[in-house]
């Protein structure tokens, strides 16, 4: 929450602005659109022997943007093994030029294991005449449509509340804008008497700060909570002061 406004008859208090939403949910789009459209989720290697050394692989990686094919000439072909990076593992194939990446990114330790198992009995056993593996990993375009739909949602379900208060006339105005509503609801003035901070433990243990306006009769206008007491008790003193102000006016 913000102050936008603060005169001596007028105070705009917004609980959003547009950085607020748009900056996270871009960020959530981006990175689910990059996992869902760059990283391969399916990859197939396909290996032929004519001869001992005689034969060639191919491997096929899809992903959103369509298939890449890459050849591998089986005399160059050494065997398999599998890289670890923290808690994620891959294949890569091992030829006389270098390494070539097969399987994504996982965290199938024992999966990909096996298959660099099966590779490299491939390679040392020239009686067998074909190998064929595959590998999806439909984690990747989970994750990739998780934090697509996570971006999207910020934006869907964001709620936006400005808090008018008007000297003139004598009203606090609260707005609520959103995607799907869109609602004003009107307080007197004389109505509201003072300003609180409660403060909250949710089940997790974690701290929440809600500043409440005190009206007559024993009601509470509850404006969004955050767990910044900092930010909190500036909404609150700012409200008491205008408060303050407007009944030694009077």
């Not at 890569?92 to 009995?121: E, K």
Request: hydrophobic share 40%.
């Amino acid at each position: 929450m913000k102050i936008i406004k603060q005169t001596a008859s007028e105070l705009i208090i917004q609980t959003q602005s547009i950085f607020d939403f748009w900056l996270p949910s871009c960020l959530f789009m981006a990175v689910g659109l990059i996992s869902l459209t760059f990283d391969y989720h399916a990859a197939t290697l396909n290996c032929q022997r004519l001869k001992a050394k005689q034969g060639n692989c191919q491997i096929v990686r899809s992903n959103l943007l369509g298939s890449n094919i890459k050849e591998i000439e089986l005399a160059s072909l050494q065997g398999a093994k599998v890289e670890r990076c923290g808690y994620k593992t891959r294949v890569v194939l091992l030829t006389s030029v270098g390494t070539v990446p097969f399987t994504a990114n996982s965290t199938n330790w024992g999966t990909q294991d096996a298959v660099a198992s099966d590779i490299n009995y491939f390679v040392k056993n020239a009686k067998n005449g074909l190998l064929r593996l595959s590998q999806e990993d439909h984690w990747l375009g989970w994750t990739g449509a998780i934090f697509l739909l996570a971006g999207i949602a910020v934006i869907v379900l964001r709620n936006n509340e400005i808090y008018s208060f008007d000297e003139t006339l004598n009203t606090l105005t609260v707005k609520q804008r959103g995607l799907w509503a869109r609602k004003v609801m009107e307080y007197s003035l004389c109505d509201i008497y003072g300003v609180e901070v409660d403060r909250t433990k949710d089940r997790d243990h974690d701290i929440w700060y809600e500043v409440r306006l005190l009206a007559c009769g024993g009601s509470r206008i509850s404006l969004p909570r955050t767990m910044n007491p900092y930010q909190q008790a500036k909404i609150a003193k700012a409200i008491n002061n205008y408060l303050h102000q407007q009944n030694n006016q009077k």
